[in-house]
């Protein structure tokens, strides 16, 4: 199985601020990488996929970027309602692995 | 819009049966694939399985041994069977729609979970 190694666990911000979570591959999976939130008690939601493209609806301050087997979603502007977890998914290969998460608290 | 709605036991005893269900509203079957997921609480996500609308499935190597994905394609539903469940296997239970090209792959509509616990 291809292990993803998501980092920071957890990351404290205030409103107006930049995020960035990165998620590590433990082999190649060229672009198939999907970023996805999730908000306590719900199903998680997608966000970006193909590692940069941003899912219809998704407000444009997320984004994603791929650098090898380096992947980075970016919050810009963190807005009260992007205080959730965050989950990376390689679908390059079944099973399809997901990363740890990393929690965005409020600071 | 597309809805996902499951349902099936939440309270089981070691080595029982998992059984759960999901329809689909609003859309067909066609054209995407159908999966499972699982949360243990506080933890992260597990890929269970996947069927298509014609019945090809997938299964985690993990779990492989143990699990049944299945589709009904007259009735616009899908199914997760699990046997000889443990307290691992503990977890809320997703089911969802995954949208695949020769360019992206990603799961855009789940259901709302089923929560699961083992338990003697």
């Known amino acids: 199985d291809i292990q993803m190694t998501q980092s920071p666990s957890s990351v404290s911000a205030s409103v107006g601020d930049r995020v960035s979570i990165t998620c590590r591959a433990s082999q190649g999976i060229s672009s198939w990488l999907v970023w996805y939130q999730q908000k306590p008690g719900k199903a998680p939601e997608v966000l970006i996929y193909a590692a940069s493209s941003l899912q219809s609806g998704v407000p444009s301050r997320f984004s994603g970027s791929a650098s090898g087997t380096d992947f980075t979603l970016t919050i810009n502007n963190l807005q009260p309602e992007d205080f959730a977890t965050y989950f990376c998914?390689?679908?390059?290969?079944?099973?399809?692995?997901f990363g740890q998460g990393t929690k965005v608290e409020i600071k | 819009q597309v809805q996902l709605q499951q349902w099936g036991a939440g309270l089981l005893k070691p080595s029982e049966t998992l059984s759960l269900t999901c329809a689909v509203y609003?859309?067909?079957?066609?054209?995407?694939?159908w999966s499972w997921i699982r949360q243990p609480p506080g933890k992260g996500l597990e890929c269970i399985g996947e069927?298509?609308?014609?019945?090809?499935?997938k299964h985690s190597p993990s779990l492989k041994s143990r699990v049944t994905v299945s589709i009904d394609t007259s009735k616009n539903q899908f199914s997760l069977i699990l046997k000889s469940v443990t307290a691992a296997d503990s977890a809320i239970y997703y089911c969802?729609?995954?949208?695949?090209?020769?360019?992206?792959?990603?799961?855009?509509?789940w259901g709302k979970g089923t929560t699961v616990t083992v338990s003697s």
């Open positions: 069927v298509d609308h014609r019945g090809n499935t």
């Open positions: 998914q390689q679908v390059n290969s079944f099973p399809y692995t």
């Open positions: 609003g859309g067909s079957l066609s054209d995407h694939y």
């Open positions: 969802a729609r995954g949208t695949r090209s020769y360019y992206y792959d990603y799961m855009d509509v």
